[in-house]
């Protein structure tokens, strides 16, 4: 006690002094610095168990020189109607399935709600945004590849199963911290449940869930590109194609492309996020 006590008394001269420091997060020195210890030989052999081909290293490095000289260089021509075809497609699938993908979410987000919804109801839905949160979406694309065959009906499919999980929790949670004192202004006046719904709850919501459907238009796009690669359509299919016939040049025209418009829906999402709110 009297060690704590001298301790307190030395902090409060030093901060007299201006010399404070903030206390450690772990008090011992010896524990400190026997985690930090463990820490650094845990990280040296788990980087020494890892095996390492390096002629394949060696090899891929070449390929990897290669594949960024096709930057100064990309191919927008020779597989011009490829690359329009599947930016199309993944253009498609990316805004069919946000606009179905959000439909879908905001009844299952509202049961999520616990705060409006009745205890089954919002363990059914919890239990439904859990499930579409489990998986990546590569994972997804290939279930639904499986069962509806290769092309952009199962990439689109995939994409609006993943919108549900993505924008339902975000809006559950936005209902859950909403500020109660306007559902109970409305609710005094005698109105019905929807339009406590309409009049005091979508106010408060409406501003973020138009800024989370961009975003999640943005991330649509570029996942649109991934599943692709495991037949699921789109741009990503034509960049998969073009990488297994080593054609450098092309596959840098389409990441270009990709880049260019995910930036846009980058600065289109933020715009709109700004104006709502």
């Given at each position: 006690?009297?060690?704590?006590?001298?301790?307190?008394?030395?902090?409060?001269?030093?901060?007299?002094?201006?010399?404070?420091?903030?206390?450690?997060?772990?008090?011992?020195?010896?524990?400190?610095?026997?985690?930090?210890?463990?820490?650094?030989?845990y990280l040296i052999l788990a980087l020494a168990s890892v095996e390492v081909d390096w002629q394949r290293v060696t090899e891929g490095a070449g390929r990897a020189v290669n594949f960024l000289g096709a930057f100064m260089r990309p191919d927008f021509v020779s597989r011009y109607d490829d690359i329009v075809a599947g930016l199309l497609e993944s253009l498609t699938m990316t805004l069919t399935s946000t606009v179905i993908g959000v439909l879908l979410a905001i009844p299952v987000g509202l049961g999520a709600a616990r705060n409006i919804s009745p205890l089954p109801?919002?363990?059914?839905?919890?239990?439904?945004?859990?499930?579409?949160?489990?998986?990546?979406?590569?994972?997804?694309?290939?279930l639904f590849v499986v069962m509806f065959g290769f092309g952009p009906f199962a990439?689109?499919?995939?994409?609006?199963?993943?919108?549900?999980?993505?924008?339902?929790k975000l809006l559950a949670e936005d209902v859950e911290d909403l500020d109660w004192r306007q559902v109970e202004a409305v609710r005094a006046t005698g109105a019905s449940w929807w339009q406590i719904m309409n009049y005091s709850i979508q106010p408060q919501v409406m501003p973020r869930l138009i800024g989370l459907s961009m975003y999640r238009l943005d991330i649509n796009f570029r996942?649109?590109?991934?599943?692709?690669?495991?037949?699921?359509?789109?741009?990503?299919?034509?960049?998969?194609?073009?990488?297994?016939?080593?054609?450098?040049?092309?596959?840098?025209a389409i990441l270009l492309i990709i880049i260019a418009i995910v930036l846009l829906c980058e600065y289109s999402s933020s715009h709109v996020r700004r104006w709502t709110q």
């Open positions: 006690m009297s060690e704590q006590v001298e301790a307190q008394t030395a902090r409060q001269q030093a901060a007299l002094r201006g010399q404070w420091r903030r206390l450690p997060l772990i008090e011992s020195p010896r524990l400190r610095w026997g985690l930090a210890i463990g820490a650094v030989v109801i919002y363990f059914f839905c919890r239990a439904i945004i859990a499930v579409s949160r489990t998986f990546q979406e590569i994972i997804i694309a290939i990439g689109m499919i995939t994409l609006a199963f993943a919108t549900i999980g993505f924008m339902a996942e649109s590109s991934v599943i692709g690669i495991v037949g699921a359509g789109g741009i990503g299919a034509t960049l998969n194609t073009s990488l297994s016939r080593y054609e450098y040049d092309t596959s840098a």
